[in-house]
């Protein structure tokens, strides 16, 4: 069964120092990852797919097979990054689909 | 174009008491979820619906039972609460496109259910 792991529930970050938030995944097909945040009173919103290997908000992530990972990085944080972060992997099978999260990693930006 | 609507947002209920979660979605999705959001728990899914008339179980779902109405609604019913069902729950939706899931889910608001 696909299955995703986040190791870290809390990470507490200096403003303009680098980020990683880990994510690690298990799943015996091609994988389809994506990372959700939700900012304070907000509902969750996509933050980026690993199939557009695009940059949002300052964020890239890359999916590394050989590590089964799919780690989320910023150069240089800002105190808007945070935020309660979800690494979500998708499976599809025959249109039988199933969003699989990670248990989330809660940002903080330190000033 | 409201995207995801879930009713209500907050609900407290006595142990015992039932109630039905309504999710509604406006973008022709094919899937439906639900999830609880749990501290330290991150998101754990419920039941989930893959396409109109059909629904099934994912990670949490004893003591839940879900009804996807029609394409755009996907309830979730508590039948005997439980203070273990103390949680937050959101309803998603996401389109499926050629069995591919290449697209971004959307998500209600919440609902904060407390039971005492």
């Known amino acids: 069964a696909q299955r995703v792991t986040q190791p870290e529930k809390l990470l507490s970050v200096f403003k303009g120092a680098p980020v990683e938030l880990k994510c690690n995944y298990s799943?015996?097909?091609?994988?389809?990852l994506f990372w959700y945040v939700q900012y304070s009173r907000q509902r969750l919103q996509l933050l980026l797919r690993h199939i557009s290997r695009e940059s949002i908000k300052g964020f890239t992530a890359d999916l590394n097979k050989g590590e089964t990972s799919f780690h989320l990085k910023k150069p240089f944080a800002q105190e808007e990054d945070s935020a309660m972060y979800y690494c979500a992997l998708v499976v599809s099978n025959f249109g039988n689909e199933k969003l699989t999260f990670g248990t989330g990693t809660r940002l903080t930006i330190i000033p | 174009n409201a995207g995801v609507t879930q009713t209500p947002k907050f609900q407290v209920l006595k142990t015992g008491q039932s109630m039905t979660l309504q999710c509604a979605q406006d973008m022709n999705h094919n899937s439906m979820y639900w999830y609880r959001q749990d501290p330290g728990m991150g998101l754990r899914l419920i039941y989930y619906?893959?396409?109109?008339?059909?629904?099934d179980k994912g990670e949490v779902p004893n003591g839940y039972n879900v009804s996807r109405l029609n394409k755009r609604e996907f309830s979730l019913r508590l039948e005997s609460a439980a203070p273990s069902q103390t949680s937050v729950y959101f309803c998603?939706?996401?389109?499926?496109?050629?069995?591919?899931?290449?697209?971004?889910?959307?998500f209600g608001q919440g609902t904060r259910l407390t039971v005492v």
């Open positions: 619906s893959a396409s109109e008339g059909t629904t």
């Open positions: 998603a939706s996401h389109p499926l496109d050629s069995g591919r899931s290449t697209t971004e889910a959307f």
């Open positions: 799943y015996s097909g091609s994988p389809e």
